[in-house]
């Protein structure tokens, strides 16, 4: 039996699995997944070699956001199971040697929550004050801030004539954390998690909890700047992390939304005083031209490579970052980024190595280690998240874009890309249900699952397993500092990790087409060795003048 060892900085050399249970494994014939079935797959993921779980939101929930919309912070969604499961997934996580991250969603509750519930059409009521009201401007809505799945952020409270702020959906009513007793219940439920025993938090869009209190009309955006990154922030974070966090030794991460290098820095400051880790998704912004999300684009390979660059340079020895692609809001980085047909396994493994050789903490989300793809739905009825939906209705109905646009773009763009099922093996529904899921299964099953990729040595799953040893093995992926050594160069992404006894160099070509590039001079091919690369016949020396094959990845090491 492993167990968990006792290190403060275990993160730092630790790879993390994010797991979205409502399309994880369905342990009975519901169409939706549950903790039982997380827990029947735990062997899966110690195979794989993965040291903690981030759990997405299994709270009470009436799920109009999957469970980003929290109706109680003490109760589990029966959806998903009971208390006494969720303590045997720790305890059964625990005996594996993996620790549990719980997402803690607080800058916002579900209008189901009973403090909004009190709060609604009583001004008067003691919870009144925990959520953000404006008395009506000009007879309307007090300011033009846009909700981020689409149309303004405010509602109206019809008894008291009052509306509300949600950054979100309309029935995820923004906190108001300028209340102290709202701190109060924030440190009171994490500490009950914590209290559990759960290893660490995932903190949901915890930049935009502290809003500018004279709420200004947005002459030249949408809000955001009047609430991300906002003036208590750093404040706030710091309230918690000494309430909580440092007490029980807590790894933190926290998502952090349109936010800077600078705040940044301090959130994942290496004293420790705010957060362990950040999630930053600038570099998942280089398919929205001009920053619009909503088309139909191809990815800027330089804008992205800069982008890696300012964050890596920017955060070594300052804070620290996540390394990520997916995530349940994103689309699959093989079908975004990659070619997820003929060169399906070759760019899922480059795509990979290029994020885990990087300083930071990478995650995993379910189904990438595999390499799955976007499903390709072709009809609006074939979506459930409500962004989705939102803004189909919002583009087709108001906007006049036409219905096949909006669905090729929904298909490039939509969360639900993500959200598919879980491909365990051939059989129905993939493996993950007896019964019809909640979101189709991806048609690709057959060939793309998780008993296929077990099964076959050259799969994406060991090369997942083998970049998540390296970093165990290889101290220069943790602790050197970054160089981009082509940044110029059309379609390699190379850059190189240097620490005082080790170079680490790691070359990927991101396009369909082989090409070529030149290791520095003063590299010494000599010394060096191939440690993983996507393609086979590898050979044993290292030549200064390498030729990439398409999609080709390869780490090189050299040390003394
Ligand atoms: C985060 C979550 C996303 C959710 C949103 C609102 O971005 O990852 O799924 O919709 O916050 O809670």
């Known amino acids: ?54 759990l997405t939101p299994v709270y009470q ?56 519930q009190s709060a609604l059409g009583d001004k008067s009521s003691p919870y009144r004050d925990y959520y953000i009201w404006k008395d009506p401007v000009d007879g309307g809505i007090p300011n033009n801030w846009q909700s981020k799945f689409g149309g303004s952020a405010w509602e109206l409270d019809q008894q008291t004539g009052q509306y509300f702020l949600h950054l979100f959906a309309k029935e995820q009513a923004d906190l108001n954390w300028e ?13 009950f998690w914590a209290e559990k025993g759960v290893d660490g938090f995932r903190l ?85 031209p001009n920053g619009e999300k909503w088309t139909k684009a191809p990815f800027d390979f330089q804008q992205l490579k800069q982008i ?44 990979a190595a290029s994020v885990h050789m990087m300083q930071g903490t990478p995650y995993i989300y379910q189904g990438e280690e595999i390499g799955m793809t976007n499903p390709g739905y072709q009809s609006i ?35 639900d890309n993500s959200r598919t099922p879980m491909q365990w093996n051939n059989e129905a529904f993939a493996g993950f249900s007896q019964a ?24 994406v799953f060991y090369f997942y397993q083998r970049l998540i040893q390296l970093r165990k093995e290889i101290e220069v992926i943790t602790t050197g500092d970054y160089q981009d050594l082509y940044p110029e160069h059309n379609s390699v992404f190379g850059y190189k990790r240097q620490s005082e006894s080790q170079v680490l160099i790691c070359l990927n070509n991101y396009y369909g087409k082989e090409t070529e590039c030149l290791l520095p001079s003063e590299f010494d091919v000599s010394k060096a060795k191939y440690v993983l690369g996507n393609y086979a016949d590898l050979t044993e020396s290292v030549s200064q003048h390498q030729v990439l094959r398409p999609y080709e990845t390869r780490i090189i090491l050299l040390q003394d």
């Not at 998240?385 to 909006?406: A, R």
């Open 308 to 351: 890696f660059n300012h964050w890596q340079t920017g955060l070594n020895g300052k804070g620290w970052g996540a390394l990520f692609w997916c995530n349940h809001d994103q689309p699959r980085v093989v079908s975004r980024l990659g070619d997820d047909k003929q060169y399906r396994v070759e760019s899922a493994k480059m795509l």
């Open 204 to 288: 949901d869009v915890i930049n935009l909890i502290s809003k500018q209190q004279d709420f200004p009309n947005d002459d030249i955006g949408d809000g955001r700047r009047f609430y991300t990154d906002g003036p208590r922030v750093h404040e706030f974070l710091q309230e918690i992390s000494s309430a909580v966090f440092q007490k029980y030794g807590s790894v933190t991460v926290g998502e952090m939304s349109s936010t800077t290098l600078e705040h940044c820095q301090q959130y994942s400051s290496l004293d420790n005083k705010e957060l362990s880790m950040v999630f930053n998704f600038h570099h998942l912004k280089v398919d929205y």
């Open 381 to 415: 009825e074939q979506y459930r998240d409500v962004e989705s939906t939102n803004m189909y209705d919002i583009m087709v109905n108001q906007q006049g874009v036409s219905h096949e646009d909006m669905i090729a773009i929904l298909a490039q763009k939509s969360r």
């Open 61 to 116: 929930s009436p799920m109009i956001d999957n469970g980003y919309d929290i109706s109680d912070y003490y109760a589990i969604n029966p959806q998903f199971g009971s208390m006494a499961d969720f303590d045997e997934l720790l305890a059964q996580a625990h005996q594996r040697g993996i620790r549990i991250i719980m997402d803690i969603v607080v800058n916002h509750t579900s209008t189901e929550h009973h403090w909004f």
């Open 1 to 54: 039996m492993t167990t968990i060892k006792n290190d403060a900085n275990w993160w730092k050399t630790a790879t993390i699995y994010q797991i979205y249970p409502k399309s994880f494994c369905d342990s009975g014939s519901k169409g939706t997944g549950d903790i039982k079935g997380i827990i029947s797959k735990l062997d899966y993921l110690k195979l794989l070699g993965i040291d903690a779980i981030w």
């Open 436 to 459: 019809q899921p909640w979101l189709e299964v991806a048609e690709n099953y057959p060939q793309v699952n998780a008993d296929k990729a077990v099964a076959d040595p050259n799969s």
């Open 179 to 191: 209340n102290p007793k709202v701190r109060q219940e924030v440190k009171d439920v994490i500490s």
